[in-house]
């Protein structure tokens, strides 16, 4: 199994521009999200899908979009890029148990992708 | 303002030392804690979790102690290893709207010194 897989790892924009992270998991979790992390700032949520077909808002959703067609991909879109979203993204995947909550705790982490905007 | 809070910042120790990260939380919804442990270059990796209902687990080298009352945690890592240089995060999870959401600590920067 690859895991959770990010591509690129590396990238840098123009203030503007627009882009599309890309994140595959082929664990065939039910759950996947995107994190940004910041120096000082830790982990923050971006969006999450709980399945296919459905995404919801995590805590820094501006600026991003992101849609789920199949179990395994959820990219994760920059449409103007700005320099407030210069970061390091990363995407994770999950089970969750029966109500819905995520099993153990546990997130799965792709690699990240170190994302600069000029 | 982050709802988990973590200390210290950085933290540098001697090998075979006692490392000591220590987080608070307020939200009475959570009911789950995991660490996580991130090595440079790489994604957050499970490390330990505890429920609030247990005051300590311990895994080998790593143990979480659990103040419920005081809604403290703490990630003790005896006999430090140069090896366990790493970003540590404590985590929360829990009911209601954050059953399918982890929220972070800010991170604690260990450097253990050989």
């Known amino acids: 199994n690859a895991g959770v897989t990010q591509t690129p790892k590396f990238q840098v924009l123009k203030t503007g521009q627009s882009m599309t992270l890309q994140c595959a998991q082929d664990?065939?979790?039910?759950?996947m999200s995107w994190y940004r992390q910041d120096p000082g700032m830790g982990l923050r949520l971006i969006h999450y899908?709980?399945?296919?077909?459905?995404?919801d808002q995590g805590e820094v959703p501006n600026g991003y979009n992101v849609s789920r067609s199949t179990t395994e991909d959820f990219p994760l879109r920059l449409l103007s890029a700005a320099p407030s979203q210069t970061s390091v993204y990363f995407c994770?995947?999950?089970?969750?148990?029966?109500?819905?909550?995520?099993?153990?705790?546990?997130?799965?982490f792709g690699p990240g992708t170190r994302l600069t905007v000029l | 303002q982050q709802q988990v809070k973590q200390s210290p910042q950085s933290l540098i120790v001697q090998k075979g030392g006692i490392s000591i990260i220590n987080c608070a939380y307020e939200?009475?919804?959570?009911?789950?804690f995991p660490w996580y442990q991130q090595f440079p270059g790489k994604g957050p990796a499970l490390l330990i979790a505890?429920?609030?209902?247990?005051s300590e687990k311990k895994e080998g080298r790593f143990t979480i102690s659990f103040n419920k009352s005081a809604k403290q945690f703490s990630l003790h890592i005896m006999d430090s290893q140069p090896g366990d240089s790493a970003t540590y995060f404590c985590?929360?999870?829990?009911?209601?709207?954050?059953?399918?959401?982890?929220?972070f600590g800010a991170g604690t920067i260990l450097r253990v010194k050989s």
């Open positions: 994770a995947s999950s089970y969750l148990t029966g109500t819905g909550r995520l099993k153990g705790g546990e997130q799965f």
């Open positions: 664990m065939n979790h039910e759950y």
């Open positions: 899908s709980v399945g296919a077909g459905i995404t």
């Open positions: 939200n009475t919804a959570f009911d789950y």
């Open positions: 505890i429920r609030p209902d247990v």
């Open positions: 985590a929360a999870t829990g009911a209601m709207e954050y059953g399918n959401k982890l929220v």
